[in-house]
């Protein structure tokens, strides 16, 4: 690459912007911010937003680790915050515990929990999310420098 052209930009967030990411069509972009907001904007149409909900406080940051005799870690985000199945029907998110899933729906525009991926003793601050066939496998990592796989099984009606 010898060169870059900037097709669009736009003020998403009041505050910084944490995380950012294609949709699995690639026709919208999703991002979360320090105003405790996951927001779709529509690809084509520079700033315009498709839906905004809030998301819980412990998906966002700041992370805080504490332990014995007061200890206290505090850490910024910096890793991927959410990550999409191979559909873009659900979004996996940090929490303080482990990783949740949730359903997104178009008709409230909102993040409804449906599945906890727990088994963390920190606070988790990045995730990700791969899917094949029927299963999909979600990485969850935490403060504490440790990594959960998990793998999920698909639902047939």
């Not at 909102?110 to 963390?120: K, V």
Request: proline share 3%; with cysteine; aromatic share 8%.
């Amino acid at each position: 690459m010898q060169r870059y052209d900037c097709a669009m930009s736009w003020h998403a967030h009041s505050g910084e912007v944490y995380s950012v990411e294609f949709s699995y069509d690639e026709n919208s972009v999703y991002s979360i911010g320090e105003d405790g907001k996951f927001i779709q904007w529509n690809i084509h149409k520079s700033g315009v937003k498709v839906s905004e909900c809030a998301v819980q406080s412990d998906a966002i940051g700041p992370f805080v680790l504490s332990g014995y005799s007061g200890y206290k870690q505090v850490q910024v985000p910096h890793g991927r915050l959410f990550a999409f199945d191979s559909e873009g029907h659900c979004v996996l998110t940090c929490s303080s515990t482990g990783g949740i899933i949730h359903k997104l729906t178009n008709t409230e525009r909102a993040m409804e929990p449906c599945l906890s991926l727990g088994g963390h003793r920190a606070p988790v601050v990045t995730v990700d999310w791969c899917t094949a066939m029927d299963c999909g496998t979600c990485l969850t990592a935490s403060m504490d420098g440790r990594i959960k796989l998990t793998t999920l099984l698909a639902h047939k009606p």
